[in-house]
């Protein structure tokens, strides 16, 4: 299986704050990957997939980058509701897998 | 807008079984048959983990190696609904099992429900 590894694990950042969430596959994945967003006690919430192609109804401030086995998640400008667990996921290869999750909190 | 709702969680002994259920709404008859689905959990504190998975037609399943043997994944298309059939279960299928939607067998997935605790405790 391929093997997804995000870095921090965790985060704190005031509100306002510009965000970079990492992820790294294992092996190469082209542009197969997906970022969700997950707060307690709710669903994930897909915000990006394709890399760097954004959900509809997700807010712009949030964008994806990379190829191959280095991807990041972007926050542009922090917001109060964006303090969560973030995700990557490959779903290059079966069987898609997850990364451990990077939890943003409130600095 | 289709919406997933998952039932069946609940506290089984170690060894038991539990039959997990996901009713699908905002697809229409035609259009549910047409998508794979699957079934990722979530252990207490922990990461997703995809679990098991179906094609449309239901012709085809796949299972993560923890559960191979012990889980399987059906569906119904008359009735828009998804099942996991869990038998042999283990403390460490303790979890929050959600169903969830994308394009393909392995896929993204744009649509979850709201998950469904399973506690396999004595």
């Known amino acids: 299986d391929i093997q997804m590894t995000q870095s921090p694990s965790t985060l704190s950042a005031f509100v306002g704050d510009r965000v970079t969430i990492t992820c790294r596959a294992s092996?190469?994945?082209?542009?197969?990957l997906a970022w969700y967003q997950q707060k307690p006690g709710k669903a994930p919430n897909l915000l990006i997939y394709l890399a760097s192609s954004l959900e509809s109804g997700v807010p712009s401030r949030f964008s994806g980058s990379g190829s191959g086995t280095e991807f990041t998640l972007t926050i542009s400008s922090l917001q109060p509701d964006d303090f969560a667990t973030y995700y990557c996921?490959?779903?290059?290869?079966?069987?898609?897998?997850f990364g451990q999750g990077t939890k943003v909190e409130i600095k | 807008e289709v919406q997933l709702l998952e039932s069946g969680g609940g506290l089984v002994q170690p060894g038991g079984s539990l039959r997990l259920s996901c009713a699908a709404s905002g697809f229409s008859g035609f259009t549910f048959r047409t998508y794979a689905l699957s079934w990722v959990r979530q252990a207490p504190g922990k990461g997703l983990e995809w679990v098991s998975a179906?094609?449309?037609?239901?012709?085809?399943?796949y299972y993560a190696d923890s559960v191979k043997g012990r889980f399987t994944i059906s569906r119904d298309n008359s009735n828009n609904t998804l099942y996991l059939q869990m038998d042999s279960l283990r403390a460490e299928d303790t979890a929050v099992y959600y169903c969830a939607k994308g394009e393909a067998v392995t896929t993204n997935y744009n649509y979850w429900g709201q998950g469904t605790l399973v506690t396999v405790s004595s």
């Open positions: 996921q490959q779903y290059s290869a079966f069987p898609g897998t």
């Open positions: 179906i094609d449309g037609s239901g012709d085809f399943t």
């Open positions: 092996q190469t994945i082209s542009r197969w």
